[in-house]
């Protein structure tokens, strides 16, 4: 009996759709080249690198700013760590495949970063910042939109906003492991959703669909139409509240960060939507070519770098606190802290002209604008100063009870019935010194 030679290439047999599933086309997947997959290798190491370095960069900004956060600051700091892990568990396992760097035959991705931990930790994190972004841009729509019920979003609300997104992500991670879809090896390192096996099996399509409907679908068109809406809105209005209760500085920061805000979800719809059509196209039973999936897979997986450099190149604010980390600027930035906060306190300071004056500490600033010293001294009086020098016990410096201070003294006072502006404060409630920090 003559034996059949060997197939020199992989076969994939790709069920016919909604058709019996004894009916079956075989389709030959030459491999690739040994130089395309350094290439791909490459690519997972560089892209890797740059989103690990670009949202450590993030995560160490909202670090240095945590006695200023507000409570939408989270959702900006969860979306970085959960970018940053995909960087570190989505392409690790490609990379040791590819370039075999403990050269262990395998040892490593067979027996301890295995297939299913892999697309575990992949899908968990990826999961998790999809839902990140759909909660930002519902954010976004409550304080573009929705202006009087902005109160809405607090600490605590945020709080539990996390809490259901992680639960989320776990919940459709963890499914596959529990037998309800699978996982799948499909090369150079990478794990996935088994989509292929939603063809001929209930279980596994109904896992596919439902993670499709609620994990991609419906985010997509939360974010769609909550931008949409704010679209809408500034547009129609020309303002972010139809009320008026923002002031122009605070609807410019608003218009800002929404616009970061549309940019950051324009690139994750791009990044994904070419995935996510071609696993369903799987799922329904048509074949994929192999460089078809490859290159989608990959494009996914890029979604994790885009943020810092939209930050980077949108918000001026993050681009000085980068600036500020660097060791040429870090020296002029110190010096600057230091002069804003040279504060000189004192015992008391007694108005003898206002009987009625409250006591009040003597703060010491750097400049002082003229407008502050007219409650009590026009400008002839600034310029010719009444009575003899003499020396205030009391304050503790030379300076006569009723002469203004000098220019170089730069004393700020209190004084009765003429009103003080106040300053702004890093947790003032006032909503015209809210702002985000990227």
Known sequence: MEQLAPLRHPVKIANIPWRNN?????????????????????????????????NSLVILVLYRQRASLLPTDFLTLNLAISDASIS???????????????????????????????????????????????????????????????YCISLSTICISLMFIW?????????????????????????EVDW??????????????????SCFLIPVMVMVFSYIAIIHTVV???AMSADGYLSARQRKVERDVTRVSIVI??????????YAVVSTWSACGYHVPNMTFIFTRLFAKSASFY??????????????????????????????????KNFQELDELKLKDHPEAKTLPVISVTSLPLQSREGKYSEEEMLQPEGPVAQDSDSGVNSPSHTPPTVSQESLYYIPNVPLTPLPSMHSEMPEYENERL
Not at 23 to 30: A, F, I, R
Not at 201 to 211: F, L, N, Q, R, V
Not at 265 to 274: G, L, V
């Open 88 to 150: 570190m568990f989505g392409y690790s396992r490609g990379i040791l495949d590819i370039f075999n760097l403990f050269g262990d035959d395998g040892f490593w991705i067979t027996w301890i970063w295995t297939c299913q931990v892999d697309g575990f930790f992949t899908l968990l994190f990826g999961l998790a910042s999809i839902n990140t972004l759909t909660v930002i841009s519902v954010t976004r729509y409550i304080k573009g939109c929705q202006p009087n019920k902005a």
């Open 265 to 274: 979800c324009t690139a994750f719809i791009m990044a994904w939507s070419p």
């Open 196 to 213: 292929s096996k939603a063809n001929y099996s209930t279980i596994y399509k109904s896992y596919i669909m439902s993670i499709l409907i």
């Open 22 to 54: 004894n009916l079956s086309q075989v389709y030959k997947e030459p491999p690739l080249s040994e130089q395309a997959e350094t290439v791909i290798g490459v690519y997972l190491l560089l892209i890797g690198w740059l989103s690990l370095f670009g």
């Open 307 to 340: 943020n810092p450099l939209i930050y980077f190149g949108m918000s001026s604010k993050f681009r000085k606190e980068v600036f500020v980390l660097l060791p040429c600027y870090a020296g002029s930035a110190h010096k600057e802290v230091v002069r804003l």
């Open 167 to 191: 639960v989320g992500a776990f919940f459709w991670s963890v499914a596959p492991l529990l037998g309800w879809g699978s996982y799948t090896d499909c090369g150079y390192g990478t794990c």
């Open 236 to 238: 129609s209005s020309n």
